[in-house]
């Protein structure tokens, strides 16, 4: 298997969502997650209400089972929408929390850069 079909496996169990889509989650009580490193998190802001964990970290932050989650990891029910630069990696991290149970798990297409370009609110 090459990576692009690797990632055309985990999209096509993903129901993605656009910039918009994404901002009216984070609106009704669901969690953003953003897993971009520190140097893109410093040159790009920061989304209002974004989780920020590391891929590295990601399933042990979001598993509602594991001693290390996130506060805000409230249940396997949770919406949650993985962001990452250009919507890539955050489409094989949301297909591994889909693994952990959580069922609503997706990322957001084009990720933060698309969350940018559609003049959506950035911190710093």
């Known amino acids: 298997m090459t990576v692009d079909e690797l990632l055309a496996e985990a999209r096509s169990a993903l129901t993605r969502l656009t910039p918009q889509e994404a901002a009216a989650v984070r609106d009704e009580g669901g969690l953003l997650v953003d897993i971009r490193y520190a140097a893109l ?3 790009d802001g920061l989304i209002p209400g974004a989780l920020v964990v590391e891929r590295n970290e990601l399933e042990w ?7 290390h989650r996130a506060p805000e990891a409230s249940g396997h029910d949770l919406r949650v929408v993985v962001i990452c630069d250009e919507g890539y990696a955050s489409s ?3 297909l591994s929390l889909h ?3 959580l069922h609503r798990a997706t990322d957001l297409i084009g990720g933060f ?3 940018r ?3 959506l609110p950035v911190e710093g």
């Open 41 to 43: 998190r410093d040159r």
């Open 92 to 94: 094989l991290a949301a």
């Open 99 to 101: 693994r952990l149970g």
């Open 117 to 119: 370009s559609a003049g």
């Open 61 to 67: 932050r979001l598993d509602p089972a594991s001693p």
């Open 113 to 115: 850069q698309a969350w």
